[in-house]
């Protein structure tokens, strides 16, 4: 079992080395700033603010760490663009990253970012499944290149794309892992993922109000793509308010500091009405899969007592088409109940599975489908199944290596949700994260993926945590 090391002193970058990139970045600045000024545009003044921050973070990689869980919500809407001025990688969040790498790199060993399992279980293996795939980007079928806003256009952009941007969601978590091994109290950090989540609710709430829509209709099975022009659909912005919701439930019953314990209590019912207003059936299955798991883990009076309560309240409240929602498909059969996803998807693309059963056919292979090309299954670029999805991108070894990843990740949560030498909150959150990385088990049945995803950017959240309060165990 691990257990927390006295905190680590911060070691200051020598004055020498830092100033030269600080003037570097003014520099940037002022160019960004003329630019934003003579043409007037918001995406050179939203580069103009990244660099402001950037700027900052050269001082303290640990700001960079902190304003990377503040957005990381935001990070998977349209909010956060994924290029500005014609520059695919130019945008905020790549910015933060960069700047946040380069301030750690002044300071700490580059080696701490790159934990074995990690890399050799995950970055390799997408590397190498998109490595594979780049001679089958002339046979993706024309429809993909054909959206108002493809996201790649030839062989490098598909490698980029695909293979190397998701890794930037794991460079996130390990240097907030690194600055999370450095802080004196590492529990602050759950204090800033209260208001990141506050972020990307209002935004919903804002998107919502501003189409006029109803809360009625929002539940059409019509209208699952309602969110799209958010730059998220309704499944993932519902996973992502559900592992959030995971995250914040553990860490508030947990909780001794009465400010945070408020907070993180008014924040659940946020997250929570949030996560109802998306719809989405696998973000109310993670939503009651965390619920359960709370009352099995946290079995007593007061947890029954208030589960009693706060289903009694929800039963109530509940207006007849969320239960026609959560219900749909149960009275036709599997198929309606998939949402299709069974005669459409998954029984089309079966027999492609076995072309490369070992190491597969590359990342996002279902574009470059037999099935998909024919006309024989429904147009996606997504098998619907994170499970299918390894297996068919990556074969057999790709999907072991992925659950053994998380089998270590497991691991590790279970060993720090029961450290009695973690503060409370911190032991909560851990349980939090064991949980809501059952419900990505669970909800990778229907979608999402096994790769890094950002709809799943808080669960890597947690693991970035897990790192950094692992590299604080004596050497002993």
Request: aromatic content about 14%.
């Amino acid at each position: 079992m691990a257990t927390a090391s006295p905190a680590l002193r911060r070691e200051a970058a020598p004055a020498g080395r830092l100033w030269p990139l600080v003037a570097a970045g003014l520099i940037v600045f002022g160019a960004a700033c003329g630019y934003a000024i003579a043409f007037g545009e918001v995406a050179a003044f939203t580069i103009t603010l990244s660099l402001v921050a950037a700027i900052a973070v050269l001082f303290d990689f640990r700001i960079g760490a902190l304003l990377l869980i503040l957005f990381l919500g935001l990070g998977s809407t349209s909010f956060m663009p994924r290029g500005v001025m014609g520059i695919p990688a130019l945008n905020p969040w790549n910015i933060l990253i960069v700047a946040t790498f380069v301030s750690y790199a002044l300071r700490g060993r580059l080696a701490v970012l790159a934990p074995p399992p990690l890399v050799w279980l995950v970055v390799v293996p997408m590397l190498l499944a998109g490595l594979l795939g780049i001679p089958n980007v002339q046979h993706i079928h024309p429809s993909f290149f054909e959206a108002e806003h493809p996201l790649f256009l030839n062989e490098f952009g598909y490698f980029r794309e695909l293979a190397v941007r998701p890794l930037l969601i794991p460079v996130m978590a390990v240097l907030v892992g690194a600055a999370v091994a450095r802080s004196q109290k590492p529990e602050r950090f759950l204090a800033v993922l209260l208001p990141s989540v506050w972020i990307l609710a209002l935004i919903e709430f804002w998107f919502i109000f501003s189409a006029g829509m109803k809360f009625s209709q929002l539940a059409s099975p019509s209208l699952r793509g309602f969110y799209n022009d958010l730059g998220v659909h309704a499944n993932d912005l519902g996973r992502i308010f559900a592992v959030a919701y995971a995250l914040i439930l553990f860490s508030w019953w947990e909780a001794k500091d009465p400010k945070y314990k408020a907070a993180a209590f008014i924040t659940l019912g946020v997250a929570a009405f949030a996560m109802v207003l998306t719809f989405s059936r696998a973000g109310m299955l993670a939503f009651f899969l965390a619920n359960g798991l709370f009352l099995l883990w946290k079995f007593n009076a007061r947890s029954v007592a208030l589960a009693l309560v706060a289903g009694a309240i929800s039963m109530a409240l509940a207006p007849a088409y969320l239960w026609n929602r959560i219900t749909f498909g149960w009275s036709a059969n599997a198929n309606t109940v998939s949402a299709n996803r069974i005669e459409e998807i998954w029984l089309p693309l079966l027999p492609e599975l076995w072309n490369s059963p070992v190491w597969g056919n590359g990342i996002g292979s279902v574009m470059w489908s037999e099935p998909l090309l024919n006309g024989s299954m429904m147009a996606v670029s997504h098998p619907h199944n994170a499970y299918l999805e390894a297996f068919y991108d990556m074969g057999l070894i790709g999907l072991v290596l992925l659950m053994l990843y998380y089998w270590h990740v497991w691991r590790g949560f279970r060993a720090l949700g029961g450290n009695a030498y973690l503060s409370p909150e911190l032991r909560g959150f851990f349980q939090g994260a064991t949980a809501a990385l059952l419900s990505f088990f669970v909800t990778g049945i229907s979608g999402s993926s096994l790769r890094p995803d950002s709809e799943f950017g808080y669960l890597w959240l947690a693991i970035g945590m897990m790192y950094g309060m692992l590299a604080r165990r004596p050497a002993s």
